[in-house]
C-alpha cells in the first residue's frame, strides 16, 4: 500500500514521563511500519532511542508530511505557531488537561492512528492572527497566535485606557484590565473563561472581549474575520504595558503604541478521526448534558 505520510515529525513535551513514553512507543510503531522518523530536539534529550534521528521543528515543517504533537493544549500551540508556515498536518495526543486540540488519546492510540494514516481522517483548515506593535509609525515587534492575543498591563488589576479600530471606524473607547482578541480556536480557551462567545471552527470571525471593563455596558462582541483591529494606548498608560499571544509570546507595548490584529495568511491543517465531532468534544471537556432523548 502506498504511504500517504511518506516522513512524520515526532514533538512532544520535553521531561514529561508520560510523553516520553507515548513518543517512544510512536517512533517505535512508525519506524517497524517503514515511515521515515524525525524526532524534534528538545523531546529527544528525553528518549533513549537508538539510530533516532533529531531535528528541529522548523526543519519537521520543511520536511515532514505529517506532525504528532504529544502534550496538552498549550504544547499544541507552541508547535502550531511553528508549523502554520509550512504544508503539515497536525494531529494531537493528549498527555495534559482537558485537550481541546488533542484528539487522540495515549491509552488507545495505534488503531486509531493506524486509520489515519491509511488515509481515514477528516483535516480542517485553522486560521491564526498576528499581533503588530507599532510605535511612531514603526514596526516594533510582532507574533503569531493561535488562541487569542491579549492587551493588558505588566502588573495584575492594574487599569488602562485604549481605544479600539475595525478596519479603520472607531468602536470603543475603554477602561479596562485589557481585551481579549479571540480566535474561534481561541474561543473555548482563555475568551470563554472571561465570559466571551463560544465560536465554532468554521467561523470566520473573531471575538473581543473585555477584561474587567470599568463600564458595566461593556460586553463582549464578534466582528468579520477579515478585520483588521486598531488598538491605540492612551499617553496616560503606566509603561509596563504587554501584548501576550497564546500566553507564550509576550510583546513589549508602551503609552501611545499602536497594536494591528489581523488574520495571517498561514492557516494550521488540523487532522482528525474520521469520528470526530466538535459538539461531542464541547459535552466531554465542559461537562456538558447529553441528549435527553
Same mark, same amino acid.
Given at each position: ?10 514533538? =512532544?513535551?520535553? !521531561? ?10 510512536? !517512533?517505535? /510503531? ?10 524534534? !530536539? ?32 498549550? /504544547? ?9 508556515? /509550512? ?35 477528516? &483535516? ?65 480557551? /482563555?475568551?470563554?473563561?472571561? =465570559? ?50 497564546? #500566553? ?7 503609552? #501611545? ?26 459535552? &466531554?471537556?465542559?461537562?456538558? =448534558?447529553?441528549?435527553?432523548?
Amino acid at each position: 500500500m502506498t504511504q500517504l505520510y511518506k516522513t512524520i515529525g515526532l514533538i =512532544g513535551k520535553p !521531561h514529561h514521563q508520560g510523553a516520553s513514553a507515548t513518543i517512544s512507543a510512536l !517512533h517505535n /510503531y512508525l519506524t517497524n511500519n517503514n515511515y521515515k522518523v524525525l524526532v524534534e !530536539h528538545t523531546v529527544a534529550q528525553s528518549l533513549s532511542i537508538e539510530n533516532m534521528e533529531v531535528c528541529s521543528l522548523v526543519e519537521i515543517g520543511k520536511s515532514a508530511n505529517l506532525a504528532i504533537v504529544v502534550g496538552g493544549d498549550g /504544547y499544541m500551540l507552541g508547535a502550531a505557531r511553528v508549523l502554520a508556515c /509550512y504544508d503539515i498536518g497536525v494531529i494531537g495526543v493528549n498527555r495534559g488537561n482537558l485537550g481541546f486540540l488533542t484528539d487522540l488519546s495515549p491509552d488507545t492510540l495505534i488503531e486509531p492512528l493506524e486509520a489515519i494514516l491509511q488515509g481515514h481522517s477528516r &483535516s480542517e483548515q485553522r486560521f491564526i492572527i498576528e499581533a503588530e506593535v507599532y510605535r511612531h509609525g514603526k514596526l516594533k515587534s510582532s507574533n503569531s497566535a493561535v488562541n487569542e492575543a491579549v492587551l493588558h498591563a505588566g502588573k495584575v488589576a492594574n487599569m488602562i485606557e485604549f481605544e479600539v479600530y475595525i478596519d479603520g471606524s472607531f468602536m470603543f473607547s475603554q477602561r479596562s484590565d485589557g481585551l481579549i482578541i479571540s480566535t474561534p480556536t481561541g474561543s473555548t480557551a /482563555y475568551s470563554m473563561s472571561a =465570559g466571551g462567545p463560544i465560536l465554532t471552527p468554521n467561523l470566520n470571525a473573531l471575538s473581543l472581549v473585555p477584561m474587567f471593563p470599568h463600564t458595566l455596558t461593556s460586553r463582549p462582541i464578534v466582528v468579520d474575520g477579515d478585520s483588521e483591529i486598531k488598538l491605540i494606548l492612551a499617553n496616560e498608560n503606566y509603561e509596563n504595558l504587554q501584548v501576550s499571544c497564546d #500566553g507564550h509570546v509576550i510583546l513589549a507595548v508602551m503609552p #501611545g503604541d499602536e497594536v494591528i490584529i489581523k488574520k495571517s495568511k498561514f492557516t494550521i491543517r488540523l487532522v482528525h478521526p474520521l469520528d470526530h465531532d466538535y459538539f461531542s468534544v464541547l459535552r &466531554s471537556k465542559l461537562s456538558w =448534558g447529553n441528549k435527553l432523548y
